[in-house]
């Protein structure tokens, strides 16, 4: 994880989205970009002025190491109290692109209940999460995210992620560190 920004030449066309708007766009080979953050797996950039996320799988066009998809496996057979430890662990990889702050610790995450799938092992998991804003471009795009990290845990066969706007988020509901981590304190 960095917060440090580095500059790089972006060298082939790269697959990104806007922020915070979240439209698809190509970044052209030879573009000078700077690294704003790396963190959960994503980079956000800037380039001419703005910004874009950048998936992991993508790092080499920025001259790094591709971030492959994390998955997690338990010590032993699933269980509902592990599916709901490693959900929120997962969840704690997911980050706003323009915060250094992951989605647990910004207060979005509202629920994650794990409820059975047929076999004693199997899980279904459901979220329900808010943004900041709530015409966020890249909600979708975040809540996307947090349901395919979900889905890369053992024993977890289906995940909803659903967003909610009540109660409304608040800056009251980052978590202590996280304030202290933005300057908010």
């Known amino acids: 994880m960095s917060y440090t920004?580095?500059?790089?030449v972006v060298n082939r066309d790269l697959p990104a989205v806007t922020v915070p708007y979240g439209s698809p766009v190509t970044i052209e080979a030879g573009c000078d970009a700077i690294i704003t953050?790396?963190?959960g797996g994503t980079f956000t950039v800037m380039v001419e002025g703005n910004l874009y996320r950048i998936e992991g799988v993508d790092a080499d066009a920025l001259g790094m190491e591709p971030i492959e998809e994390v998955s997690h496996s338990h010590d032993g057979p699933a269980t509902a109290e592990s599916v709901e430890d490693a959900a929120w662990m997962m969840l704690s990889t997911c980050y706003d692109p323009e915060i250094p702050v992951d989605i647990v610790?910004?207060?979005?995450?509202y629920t994650c209940r794990v409820v059975p799938a047929g076999t004693p092992d199997r899980f279904r998991i459901e979220i329900e999460m808010t943004l900041t804003a709530a015409g966020c471009g890249?909600?979708?795009?975040?809540?996307d995210e947090a349901r395919n990290k979900l889905l890369n845990i053992e024993g977890v066969d289906e995940a909803t992620v659903d967003l909610v706007w009540d109660p409304p988020w608040s800056r009251e509901m980052i978590s202590?560190?996280?304030r202290l981590q933005l300057g908010l304190l």
């Open 105 to 109: 610790n910004l207060g979005l995450v």
């Open 37 to 39: 953050q790396q963190l």
């Open 176 to 178: 202590e560190p996280a």
């Open 138 to 143: 890249m909600g979708t795009m975040i809540a």
């Open 5 to 8: 920004r580095q500059e790089v």
